[in-house]
């Protein structure tokens, strides 16, 4: 099998630097498991073993620093078909740790290679997450107050069921590589290497240093014994095999016209217990069945049972790009708290504006056309009002019409709850 190195991107680290032994080593591992270009994926974050996706003929992914995995995950799970390989840096491997922690804990068939030169390389020499503590690095003293990670024990000690520790100048560097990313579940190798251009500058680092160190180490044994376990993707694609088919979503056709044209901007303000994101949902959903586009953003505590609730909606022929709304077509205030949350809108009402009110709720002063409803002589309850407004709104052809109101709840309640919404909107009187 040929070369899949790009012949015009070749490596650029510099002289000496470890990266350009594991890049080529990655190559021989290719050609011997007969991989071609379209086999493989390398994903890198940032740094430079950030490079390597620009270095090989492969599908590639170039993202965030310490987030190359997620999208390594991603690709998998969509392209199990993939052999999917990430490289990072120790920088990466400290900025991205728990993704890292994750990948153990979920054995998916990704292959990891950290490229461990015990440093920010690129950005200056300054100490990573793997930094000895009496080197002499770019960050000053820091990297003597923490204690450097050892990856592999951290990656055992999370789930990792294939981990591997070795230097970048071994001699079966290739077979290591080949090793790995033949196994099936998730693989880290922790590659320790030089970085002339920053560490070795002012710290002695040899081949001979790496091989001596390593050796005075605790061996790893991989596979782990007790990680090993189904690799995550076989595994998700039998259990969801024996799940119940999603049903596909209920399209709603376009079968009523509008009342009004153009796009049309509704606030409900309320307290929590009044339904009022559900009655936003209500509107959407009318609005839909005559074919608008329609928006939805909601506020309210994250105590969620206590203080305003307030929903915003937009119904609008065109496409919406800007959800936020300065000055409503129609605002239902079905509380005093959630009217004071948002006083300030009431400023620039005018009298094309309408508001429908409820009677014990005090207004700011405004020039919009206020709609007054004595709820509690009507017997409606406060968790009813926000419909009740709806039928109300429809019933003077406001927005939405009674028939698209109507197709919203048939479409949103069942049963019982169906039964009591209709008999709401019908039975509301506009007063």
Not at 33 to 50: A, K
Not at 129 to 152: K, Y
Not at 204 to 229: C, S
Not at 353 to 359: A, M, N, Q, T, Y
């Amino acid at each position: 099998m040929s070369s899949l190195l790009n012949t015009g991107r070749p490596p650029v680290f510099c002289p000496g630097c470890s990266h350009e032994r594991i890049t080529h080593a990655l190559d021989k591992a290719f050609s011997n498991l007969g991989f071609q270009g379209q086999d493989v994926v390398i994903v890198t974050d940032i740094g430079c073993s950030g490079l390597f996706d620009t270095f090989f003929n492969t599908h590639a992914f170039h993202g965030l620093h310490g987030r190359a995995l997620t999208y390594a995950t991603g690709l998998k799970m969509a392209h199990p078909e993939l052999n999917v390989i990430v490289t990072m840096g120790d920088g990466g491997l400290g900025i991205g740790g728990a993704h890292i922690l994750s990948a153990c804990r979920r054995n998916l068939d990704l292959t990891l290679l950290v490229l461990n030169n015990f440093n920010f390389g690129m950005t200056g020499g300054q100490f990573s997450a793997t930094t000895p503590l009496n080197a002499q690095v770019g960050s000053g003293f820091l990297n003597r107050m923490e204690r450097p990670m050892d990856i592999c024990q951290v990656a055992s000690s999370a789930g990792a069921p294939y981990v591997k520790r070795f230097s970048s100048y071994a001699k079966n560097l290739v077979e290591e590589i080949e090793s790995a990313i033949r196994f099936e579940g998730f693989s880290i190798l922790d590659i320790w290497g030089i970085c002339p251009g920053r560490f070795t500058k002012r710290n002695r680092l040899t081949p001979q240093i790496i091989e001596d160190a390593l050796a005075k180490m605790q061996a790893i044994k991989t596979p782990v014994p007790d990680n090993l376990r189904k690799e995550y993707g076989r595994h998700y694609r039998e259990l969801a095999a024996d799940q119940k088919p999603v049903e596909r979503p209920t399209t709603i056709e376009r079968q009523f016209i509008p009342p009004e044209v153009g796009r049309k901007e509704v606030i409900i303000l309320g307290s929590a217990g009044q339904r009022i994101i559900t009655a936003g949902e209500i509107l959407c959903l009318a609005g839909l069945a005559a074919g608008l586009k329609t928006t939805q953003k909601n506020e309210y505590n994250i105590t969620v049972l206590r203080g305003h609730s307030i929903t915003e909606v937009i119904l609008s022929p065109e496409d919406i790009g800007y959800t936020g709304i300065a000055r409503p077509d129609v605002v239902l205030a079905l509380s005093q708290e959630g009217v004071d949350r948002r006083r300030h809108i009431f400023d620039d009402l005018d009298h094309r504006s309408l508001i429908i009110l409820g009677k014990e709720i005090d207004l700011p002063p405004c020039k919009a056309e206020v709609h007054r409803i004595d709820f509690k002589a009507l017997k409606i309850k406060p968790h009813d009002r926000a419909l009740a407004s709806l039928g109300i709104l429809a019933k003077l052809s406001r927005v939405i019409g009674l028939d698209m109101l109507a197709s919203a709840i048939r479409y949103r309640f069942r049963g019982a709850v169906l039964a009591s919404a209709q008999d709401m909107v019908e039975g509301v009187e506009i007063g």
